[in-house]
């Protein structure tokens, strides 16, 4: 089966249109690197990457972009890397794409923790949380398979995109998109085959993430099954990236997202921390690694923008 191509391209490759015309022979969608690392860290933002898009939206149907990941959490906690998730999202609306673009995390630099997944997932649920739904991973075959990457634990069952060179095939299971070559078609250019058209925004928008089966926590087309549709709780909790306040006078800190389990700790009245949504049935807010609160607006604040 002869399987559609895409191109992947940085700042070290042309942003002239004649060059994207030459992309366009081979593959039938561009992603564009974007951002690298955060806002507070290496602030890094690809200079050719706005003419790179302009001139790929002449020749190509759809145009996506990546961010090259730095972000680590043993050393620095968790907010390092929902900051970075914040600078490529930022970026991602200065040049006027909107939410249904492929948007990657790509994970591969030297420096990063042995195993990344959580780290990952923070990003993922941040931008998930901001309306993206053509999120993918890309990584080497050897992260996956060693299990840096637990591609199984990926918030949202996110689709991954495997690079591996001079093999028949990309040598992890389920692969939805292979990056077979840094010089495709001889123009010192990443080519890949994009199995699934995860990389052209092609594939259904992901599902909600959910740990029942669906027809009992699809709060659009299911709302018979539960006797209080999330939909119908707005205003009461809030699942949001972002800062959070405490506004009760204390509230309790639990080791897990469906807030089963206590940490033996509370929050005082006043304090303020970065939160991620956790779990959306249990409206739960993961505030560091293994501790979560709830997002019970009569216990805590989110402080819009």
Known sequence: MAY????????????????????????????????????????????KAATQIANAFKV????????????????????DPLNEAKWFYKKILSLGLDKSTVAVIDVEDKALQTYVTHDINIVLKYLHGKGFTNLVVYASKSWFNSGRINKDALYNNTPIW???????????????????????????????????????????????????????????????????????????????????????????????????????????????????PADAKAHSLMISRDMYITADVKQVEYEKG
């Open 4 to 47: 559609k191509e895409v191109a992947d391209i940085s700042g070290w490759q042309s942003d002239s249109l004649a060059y994207m015309k030459q992309l366009r022979k081979y593959a039938i969608s561009v992603l564009v690197k974007l951002t690298e690392g955060s806002e507070s860290g290496s602030a890094y933002f690809n200079p």
């Open 60 to 79: 190509f149907p759809t145009v996506g972009v990546y961010h090259y990941f730095l972000g680590n959490s043993q050393k620095y906690g968790d907010n």
């Open 162 to 276: 495997v690079a591996s060179y001079g093999t028949s095939e990309p040598g992890v299971n389920n692969a939805g998109a292979w990056q077979y070559t840094d010089n495709g078609h001889g123009l010192k250019t990443d080519f890949s085959y994009d199995f699934a058209g995860i990389l052209t925004g092609t594939t259904k928008p992901a599902k909600k993430e959910t740990t029942t089966p669906a027809k009992t926590t699809d709060k659009k087309k299911d709302t018979k099954t539960t006797t209080t549709p999330i939909e119908d709780e707005v205003g009461k909790f809030v699942q949001e990236s972002g800062r959070y306040t405490i506004i009760a006078d204390s509230v309790p800190v639990y080791t897990d997202p469906t807030l089963t389990s206590t940490a033996g700790e509370t929050l005082a009245k006043g304090s303020s921390l970065v939160c991620v």
